[in-house]
């Protein structure tokens, strides 16, 4: 797999600028007499400054098959972040060994390969032609997003 690149780490660095760190991991019960659903205040806690809306259609080099979002995960924004680059941002209950034992045989096709990434945190990295993505979490499992670039 190629080393992640320069436009990458900007990717990466672009998607964790809007990232809060929760009070604690998951997400929390739906309140049905909070005005603002708890799957909105959950994303907009982690995300307070969303890159895109919650269509995955958005993050449109993502490639057809892409896994859908587990079921213990919300998609909070997906976008395209320039021609060739997207970001799809979550929150979670899932803990960052759980998550990604999630996605690594949903993206065997990639040749995933699970190491430390940001913070030491765990990521996971693939790729497949010119097509590369990484699936960074957070120390406690409460966020995770998934950064793509699409040929250099």
């Not at 890159?51 to 919300?74: F, Q, V």
């Not at 997906?78 to 060739?84: F, Q």
């Not at 497949?128 to 957070?138: K, S, V, Y």
């Amino acid at each position: 797999m190629k080393a992640y690149t320069a436009a990458g780490a900007l990717l990466l660095a672009v998607a964790l600028s809007g990232c809060v760190q929760q009070a604690g991991p998951g997400v929390p019960p739906i309140d049905p007499a909070d005005p603002l659903p708890a799957t909105m205040r959950s994303c907009l806690d982690a995300y307070p400054s969303p890159l895109g809306g919650t269509d995955i259609a958005e993050a449109s080099i993502l490639p057809e098959g892409w896994p859908p979002t587990p079921a213990n995960a919300i998609l909070c924004s997906a976008a395209m972040t320039s021609d060739t680059s997207a970001v799809v941002q979550y929150v979670t209950s899932l803990g960052p060994d759980e998550l990604l034992a999630y996605y690594e045989p949903l993206l065997a096709e990639y040749s995933p390969v699970i190491s430390e990434g940001l913070g030491g945190n765990p990521i996971l990295n693939g790729s497949l032609g010119e097509f590369e993505f990484a699936i960074q979490t957070d120390a406690t499992g409460g966020t995770y997003f998934v950064g793509a670039t699409l040929g250099e």
